[in-house]
């Protein structure tokens, strides 16, 4: 398995660290995590302006904020990560992707995470009200300033990400589908084939079905036999045998990890050890959809 992928210069891992879950008031605990991540070779850092809404957060931009106060408690930190956020939620409306909020909520997250580039900016979900060309307008200013070096899209369509590929002068690096061995929809949706068509790098959010393949909670119980099945042979947990199971596909996705427990980081990193045939990836297709294929 390729074990790094490079989205525009910068080279990243095939496992990031997602921060939608960093709540917890301490910046010491938060600093051991986000190092400990990064040592594990989860390098890119997953935030957005709207984390820390939920979680028991204590409200928009609080988790950049944090991540901003781990930086500034660890000097050098900044410097090893790649770092990605996100903007175009917009509380009460509840998207916003016109040129000026576009930019404004960049600046703003700049502002919070204390840093003078974001590495990649994201539009978080597309306004079905804005033009293509309003965003791309923001994208191309934000990175004429020098302050943002890549682009990319989040829960878009394949046709949205055309649309606003289509009227701007560079390639958009990232596109971020959820993507589990219990959602396989970008299987068959066209996500994945855009990626290997255009180059970009899947992020593949919720890799564990947002911790349900670990609960066995809304998953089919002949998915979880065939996971536990493949991870004893393979003597790793269940979590990154799931999460070997999205880095195998031939898009190389890197997988958002967003557990706030270091023993299961570590854990979960064994899936880039993790070496599955096509029959066994189609025997965890199978079982996920709970039907043998045609």
């Known amino acids: ?17 997602g921060c939608w879950r960093m709540t917890n008031p301490d910046v010491g605990f938060n600093a051991a995590l986000v190092e400990r991540a990064v040592d594990l070779g989860m390098n890119l850092i997953d935030q957005a302006d709207v984390y820390g809404l ?8 609080s988790c950049e904020e944090m991540l901003g106060r781990v930086f500034a408690s660890r000097p050098g930190l900044r ?3 790649v770092l990605a ?19 404004s909520a960049c600046e703003a997250s700049m502002s919070r995470l204390g840093v003078d580039v974001i590495d990649l900016f994201q539009i978080h979900r597309p306004d079905s009200f804005a033009h293509p060309i309003e965003v791309a307008e923001a994208m191309i200013s934000l990175q004429t300033r020098g302050l943002v070096r890549e682009f990319g899209v989040s829960n878009h369509t394949v046709a949205q990400t055309r649309a606003l590929q289509s009227h701007l002068p560079f390639p958009l690096a990232t596109t971020q589908p959820e993507f589990s061995v219990a959602h396989l929809d970008p299987l068959s949706d066209g996500t994945l084939d855009l990626c290997n068509e255009r180059g970009m790098v899947p992020l593949a959010w919720s890799p564990l079905a947002g911790g349900r393949v670990m609960r066995g909670e809304g998953v089919r ?3 979880i036999q065939e996971l536990d099945e493949l991870a004893a042979r393979e003597g790793v947990g269940r979590d ?14 890197v997988a958002i990890v967003g557990s706030q427990n270091i023993e299961h980081l570590e854990s979960v990193s064994a899936a880039t050890t993790v070496e599955l045939s096509r029959a066994d990836l189609y025997r965890l297709v199978e079982a996920s959809m709970g039907v043998p294929l045609p």
Do not use: C, N, Q
């Not at 990154?240 to 996705?253: D, G, I, K, N, Q």
């Open 1 to 17: 398995m390729v074990k790094t992928r490079f989205i525009g210069r910068d080279e990243v891992g095939r496992l990031a660290f």
């Open 54 to 61: 939920d979680w028991g957060g204590s409200g928009f931009g």
């Open 79 to 81: 410097d090893r990560v």
């Open 85 to 103: 956020t996100k903007g175009g939620i917009r509380a009460g409306v509840p998207y916003d992707s016109s040129t000026e909020y576009l930019t």
């Open 221 to 223: 119980a002949g998915l």
């Open 240 to 253: 990154a045998l799931a999460v070997a199971f999205v880095l195998h596909h031939p898009s190389r996705p």
